[in-house]
Antibody
Framework: EVQLVESGGGLVQPGRSLRLSCEASGFTFDDYAMHWVRQGPGKGLEWVSGISWNSGNIDYADSVKGRFTISRDNAQNSLYLQMNSLRAEDTALYYC?????????????WGQGTLVTVSS | QSALTQPASVSGSPGQSITISCTGTSSDVGSYTLVSWYQQHPGKAPKLMIYEVSKRPSGVSNRFSASKSGNTASLTISGLQAEDEAAYYCCSYAGTGTSYVFGTGTKVTVL
């Protein structure tokens, strides 16, 4: 059974940093691209960042480019999102998500999310 | 990376059919077959309902169907049921590496 468990969310002041983690199980982690997708309170889904199976392809939404860094550790079956210079508009539920392919295809499975609140 | 455009809300009576549109551009929906649809009930994670424009994952009801024409994709729910009341999002490959773009989301209400 595929499982994605996010952690690391919390309340943080504007301008500060936070690191999210996602622990994966139930599938061969290094065979698939992985993503972070967020959903602001009462808002829609926003793709944030993606990373290919071997970290050779890394992409970011314009809204986070230069502030967020995605990474993965295939030996630890883990995905990460380093978030710097956080803004109020980054407040959201952050989902870790599994792709169907090495680089792209479709987002086919989601974790339950970790909540990030940016506020003073 | 502008969000794909969906109607904010669509409603229908039980047993009826409804269609949700998803309009993108020639850089996303219009150029790729990697268009998918997700169902999200309140407080829950999204669930994949359609992938590669019109394919259904195992376990998804055949009441859900989808298609694409040009820059617009569409999801149809036939035989509408109370359990179909949820938010629906389209998603397209955005053309670079691992990037995707989501639709604005549609709230489906079963009257």
């Amino acid at each position: 059974e595929v499982q994605l468990v996010e952690s690391g969310g919390g309340l943080v002041q504007p301008g500060r940093s936070l690191r999210l983690s996602c622990e994966a199980s139930g599938f061969t982690f290094d065979d698939y691209a992985m993503h972070w997708v967020r959903q602001g309170p009462g808002k829609g889904l926003e793709w944030v960042s993606g990373i290919s199976w071997n970290s050779g392809n890394i992409d970011y939404a314009d809204s986070v480019k230069g502030r967020f860094t995605i990474s993965r550790d295939n030996a630890q079956n883990s995905l990460y999102l380093q978030m710097n210079s956080l803004r109020a508009e980054d407040t959201a539920l952050y989902y870790c998500a599994k792709d169907s392919g090495y680089t792209s295809g479709r987002i086919e499975f989601w974790g339950q999310g970790t909540l990030v609140t940016v506020s003073s | 990376q502008s969000a794909l455009t969906q109607p904010a809300s669509v409603s229908g009576s039980p047993g009826q059919s409804i269609t949700i549109s998803c309009t993108g551009t020639s850089s996303d929906v219009g150029s790729y077959t990697l268009v998918s649809w997700y169902q999200q009930h309140p407080g829950k994670a999204p669930k994949l309902m359609i992938y590669e424009v019109s394919k259904r994952p195992s376990g998804v009801s055949n009441r859900f169907s989808a298609s694409k024409s040009g820059n617009t994709a569409s999801l149809t729910i036939s035989g509408l049921q109370a359990e179909d009341e949820a938010a629906y999002y389209c998603c397209s490959y955005a053309g670079t590496g691992t990037s995707y773009v989501f639709g604005t989301g549609t709230k489906v209400t079963v009257l």
